[in-house]
């Protein structure tokens, strides 16, 4: 009897820690959400071209939503990709991101936003110019040109645009030079 009972307590306190670690786990996916949620609103508000939209921001397992209205084509593609450069930001939703007065989908755009966030965030495209790359996507085809350093700059930027839904190929033109 006392065996039986040492079992059952032991098999209680597996079933309790695997039920801690399943709320750890789930309280670290809502405070890494709320993390990127602040940074992008933050970002948002520095930007004085997009700021005065309301646009709201909410982060479910590291997807950003974006909903809302914008004047403009370029400021969804900048919203886009101010929070596709976030850190842990793995995909932005822009399903209610609408365009005021547009009658003509914006999502080659948007995708074209997605991967210049990507290339900033993987830093394929820096700040200081050290590269340029250009990023073009018509019908799901994205097309890269311009000049970098080294040929793994080219495979790096070829394989983080691959991971951006929605590309379904991508063109190079990317030129290296000295």
């Not at 948002?44 to 084509?73: C, E, H, P, Q, R």
């Not at 593609?77 to 995909?91: K, Y």
């Not at 700059?153 to 030079?177: D, Y």
């Amino acid at each position: 009897m006392k065996k039986f009972i040492r079992i059952y307590f032991y098999f209680f306190c597996f079933i309790f820690s695997l039920s801690q670690q399943v709320s750890a786990s789930d309280s670290a996916n809502i405070i890494a959400d709320e993390l990127i949620t602040t940074k992008v609103n933050l970002k948002i508000a520095m930007d004085k071209s997009i700021s005065i939209f309301k646009v709201n921001v909410s982060t479910n397992n590291m997807i950003v939503k974006l909903n809302g209205t914008v004047d403009s084509d370029t400021q969804a593609e900048s919203l886009v990709e101010l929070a596709q450069e976030t850190e842990g930001v793995i995909d932005v939703n822009t399903d209610n991101l609408v365009v005021k007065d547009s009658k003509r989908p914006i999502i080659d755009s948007l995708i074209t936003a997605k991967v210049m966030g990507q290339l900033i965030k993987n830093k394929i495209i820096t700040r200081d110019n050290s590269n340029s790359v250009e990023v073009e996507v018509k019908d799901g085809i994205a097309y890269l040109s311009g000049n970098v350093k080294k040929q793994d700059i080219i495979n790096s930027a070829i394989e983080f645009t691959k991971l951006v839904r929605g590309v379904q190929t991508v063109e190079s033109r990317l030129k290296i030079i000295p």
